[in-house]
C-alpha cells in the first residue's frame, strides 16, 4: 500500500456545484458571503462532526486545495519575481529537487504548478504549507518559494502528477490519509486519476444551476470506454433545516 488514503470532502449545493460562478472564487469575495447564507444553521455542526470522524478514522495528515480556490481562473504565473538566476540558495537544477523546509507533523497542501499563488502565510492551526510543482513551474517561482522558506514537491513534467504526488507524501512525509477539500478541476482530476478513495459530501437546500459553474468533479468527459465511478454509500445524516451528510466510499472494480 503505497498511496495514502485520498478522502474528498467538500460542501456542495443539490445540483453539485461548490460555487457560484467560474470566474471568481468564493473568498474572499461576495459570493462567499452569498454562499453563507445558503448554509442552514446545523451546517456548521455538520461540517464539524465530520471533520471529527475524519480525525477519528484516518488522522489525515494533509488538506489538498487547488490554486483555484486562491486564484482567479484568470490569474496567470506571479510576475515580477527575481530570475532564478539570481537565487543564492539553490542552483538551477536543484531548484527542482523536493524542497522541504521544516519537520511539521500536518501539511496545508496546494497544487500550483503554474506558480499563481503568492503567499502570505507559511503556517496556520497548526498546517504547514506544502505546495505541488512540476518540472514546467517556472524556475523563478521555486526561488521564490525557497527564498520565502516554503516546503514543496516536485512531481509530473508538464503538469503537476497527482498520483506520483500523493505517492511521495507518504514515502517522504508519512502521510498516509490525504482529505481534499479543493474545488471541481482539482477533484476531477483526482477521480480521472483513479485516486479517490472516499466522498465526504455536505449537501446544502439550494441549487445554484448554470453550465461551467464549478461542480464535484469537472475536468475532462469520460472517454470512449471509460466508466463513471461506481460508490457504495457509507452512511447518511438528514437534518431537519435540510442540510445532508453522505458518506460514500469508491467501490474498486477487481
Ligand atoms: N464548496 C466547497 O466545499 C469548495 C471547496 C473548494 C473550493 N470551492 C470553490 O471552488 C472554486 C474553485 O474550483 P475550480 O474547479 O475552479 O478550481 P480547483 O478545484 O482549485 O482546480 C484547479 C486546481 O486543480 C489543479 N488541476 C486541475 N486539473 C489537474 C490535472 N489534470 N492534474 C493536476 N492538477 C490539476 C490545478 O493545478 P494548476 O494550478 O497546477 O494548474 C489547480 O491547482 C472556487 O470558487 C472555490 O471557492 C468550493
Not at 480525525?55 to 490569474?75: C, D, F
Not at 510543482?133 to 512531481?155: F, Q
Not at 486519476?193 to 441549487?207: H, K, M, T
Not at 444551476?209 to 471509460?226: I, R, V, Y
Request: proline letters at 7%; hydrophobic letters at 40%; aromatic letters at 6%.
Amino acid at each position: 500500500m503505497d498511496k495514502p488514503r485520498v478522502v474528498v470532502s467538500v460542501t456542495t449545493s443539490v445540483d453539485g456545484r461548490v460555487s457560484l460562478r467560474r470566474d471568481r472564487p468564493l473568498m474572499p469575495t461576495d459570493d462567499g458571503k452569498v454562499w453563507e447564507t445558503l448554509r442552514p444553521p446545523s451546517a456548521p455542526g455538520v461540517e464539524e462532526a465530520r471533520a471529527a470522524l475524519l480525525e477519528r478514522l484516518y488522522s489525515p495528515t494533509v488538506t489538498l486545495e487547488g490554486s483555484g480556490s486562491m486564484v482567479p481562473p484568470s490569474a496567470g504565473p506571479l510576475t515580477g519575481l527575481p530570475p532564478a538566476s539570481a537565487s543564492a540558495s539553490a542552483s538551477a537544477g536543484e531548484l527542482y529537487e523536493d524542497f522541504v523546509a521544516v519537520d511539521a507533523s500536518r501539511w496545508f497542501t496546494v497544487v500550483d504548478g503554474r506558480g499563481r499563488v503568492r503567499w502570505t502565510m507559511k503556517e496556520a492551526g497548526g498546517q504547514h504549507l506544502l505546495v505541488l510543482v512540476s518540472r514546467a513551474t517556472p524556475a523563478a517561482y521555486l526561488a521564490y518559494l525557497r527564498r520565502e522558506e516554503i516546503s514543496y514537491l516536485v512531481a509530473g513534467t508538464q503538469r503537476v502528477d497527482l498520483g506520483a504526488a500523493v505517492r511521495r507524501m507518504r514515502s517522504l512525509l508519512g502521510v498516509t490519509c490525504v482529505v481534499s477539500t479543493g474545488g471541481g478541476e482539482l477533484n476531477g482530476a483526482l477521480l480521472r486519476a483513479g485516486l479517490v478513495d472516499e466522498i465526504q459530501l455536505i449537501v446544502l437546500p439550494a441549487a445554484v444551476g448554470g453550465s461551467g459553474t464549478p461542480g464535484l468533479f469537472d475536468g475532462p468527459a469520460l472517454a470512449d470506454g471509460e466508466l463513471p465511478t461506481r460508490l457504495r454509500l457509507l452512511s447518511s445524516q438528514t437534518e431537519a433545516d435540510g442540510t445532508l451528510w453522505l458518506r460514500y466510499e469508491v467501490v474498486r472494480s477487481r
